[in-house]
């Protein structure tokens, strides 16, 4: 019988099923770094508006873009107090806003950003204090020169709005050529490229500016054609 060196024997068995070594521990990966994804421009900045096409003509006269019952809700929603309850001849104010635009052919919605461009009207959460305030809520009539008396009154604010835009935009249809050069009342060099912009001009003619710190202890607000494009998107989205 041979002689068998049982030590060697177990060492390389030991060695043959790796018995005896100490475990690999298992290495994790580091995280794979997030990807840096550049935050969108906000739809409603100075560097994203283009003053030569506010908005589409398709946009502009939808006359039927929203129901005398979705503008009072949406009126509500937007928590102002002076036109969700404001009646004229016993119907609310949204009867009047959906009446006339149907009748001539504009989108509600432009007329309720026309308010809120021109007296914060439709988010305002306290009464105005002068009574002229209520009676040209549109603008309408209230010109350097004075106030044209036939325009004043809730109702014939409303009516004058809509006669005005649609007004200007079939003017603009009559051009039917665009672009066309157009001199706002701050901007000599002005190329606009429908319609249904030309009409805003011509109810508001300045293109406006962006809201900036312009002093120490003075900011200027918005204004212009800006702000009823910045309006118009902060209401409805991207027209």
């Given at each position: 019988m041979g002689f068998i060196d049982w030590n060697y024997?177990?060492?390389y068995w030991k060695r043959a099923v790796g018995l005896g070594k100490k475990a690999v521990e298992a290495v994790t990966p580091p995280p794979a770094p997030k990807p840096v994804i550049a935050k969108p421009k906000s739809e409603t900045t100075w560097e994203a508006f283009d003053p030569g096409l506010v908005m589409t003509d398709v946009e502009f006269i939808d006359a039927n873009a929203m129901s005398e019952q979705q503008i009072q809700d949406f009126l509500v929603s937007k928590g102002g107090v002076i036109l969700p309850d404001y009646k004229i001849d016993g119907h609310l104010v949204s009867y009047w806003m959906h009446k006339h635009c149907t009748e001539q052919g504009?989108?509600?919605?432009?007329?309720?950003?026309?308010?809120?461009?021109?007296?914060?009207?439709?988010?305002?959460?306290?009464?105005?204090?002068?009574?002229?305030?209520?009676?040209?809520?549109?603008?309408?009539?209230?010109?350097?020169?004075?106030?044209?008396?036939?325009w004043a009154g809730?109702?014939?604010?409303?009516?004058?709005?809509?006669?005005?835009?649609?007004?200007?935009h079939k003017r603009g249809m009559e051009r039917n050529v665009y672009p066309i050069r157009f001199k706002a009342s701050d901007r000599s060099e002005l190329v606009i490229q429908n319609s249904a912009t030309f009409s805003l001009y011509k109810y508001t003619p300045w293109v406006g500016d962006e809201d900036r710190q312009i002093g120490k202890n003075l900011y200027r607000a918005p204004f212009g054609q800006y702000l009823f494009w910045k309006v118009y998107r902060g209401f409805f989205g991207k027209n």
């Amino acid at each position: 019988m041979g002689f068998i060196d049982w030590n060697y024997t177990k060492n390389y068995w030991k060695r043959a099923v790796g018995l005896g070594k100490k475990a690999v521990e298992a290495v994790t990966p580091p995280p794979a770094p997030k990807p840096v994804i550049a935050k969108p421009k906000s739809e409603t900045t100075w560097e994203a508006f283009d003053p030569g096409l506010v908005m589409t003509d398709v946009e502009f006269i939808d006359a039927n873009a929203m129901s005398e019952q979705q503008i009072q809700d949406f009126l509500v929603s937007k928590g102002g107090v002076i036109l969700p309850d404001y009646k004229i001849d016993g119907h609310l104010v949204s009867y009047w806003m959906h009446k006339h635009c149907t009748e001539q052919g504009l989108n509600p919605k432009v007329l309720m950003t026309h308010m809120q461009k021109e007296m914060g009207a439709v988010t305002r959460k306290t009464p105005y204090k002068k009574q002229r305030t209520y009676d040209y809520i549109l603008g309408v009539g209230a010109t350097d020169g004075g106030d044209k008396s036939k325009w004043a009154g809730m109702d014939n604010q409303i009516l004058g709005a809509v006669q005005t835009c649609v007004k200007w935009h079939k003017r603009g249809m009559e051009r039917n050529v665009y672009p066309i050069r157009f001199k706002a009342s701050d901007r000599s060099e002005l190329v606009i490229q429908n319609s249904a912009t030309f009409s805003l001009y011509k109810y508001t003619p300045w293109v406006g500016d962006e809201d900036r710190q312009i002093g120490k202890n003075l900011y200027r607000a918005p204004f212009g054609q800006y702000l009823f494009w910045k309006v118009y998107r902060g209401f409805f989205g991207k027209n």
